[in-house]
């Protein structure tokens, strides 16, 4: 599988406060995303209501929006739980 960051992804990732939050985020997607083969792999994370292909993990208050097309993933963003739907999908 493979994964893509956006450019408003990696934005996002610099701006995630408490250090120790982005740090686990950071050890999610550049250690453990690598090695799943599917999507489905991943049991926490969540299908979005309403879209076909889009799906949310949950990491404290904060969420990352993620695109599955085919057999690539595209992690599109990640912000506070307040404002994640304001601009994802």
């Not at 960051?5 to 950071?26: G, H, Q, Y």
Request: proline share 2%; hydrophobic share 40%; glycine share 4%.
């Amino acid at each position: 599988m493979e994964v893509v960051f956006t450019k408003t992804f990696l934005k996002d990732l610099a701006k995630v406060f408490p250090v120790k939050r982005r740090k686990e985020i950071e050890h999610f997607i550049f250690e453990e995303l690598q090695l799943v083969s599917s999507l489905e792999e991943i049991d926490f994370a969540e299908k979005m209501k309403g879209h076909k292909n889009f799906y949310k993990i949950r990491f404290g208050d904060y969420r990352m929006g993620i695109y599955r097309l085919e057999n690539r993933i595209e992690l599109k963003r990640v912000l506070h739980r307040k404002e994640i739907y304001k601009y994802f999908p």
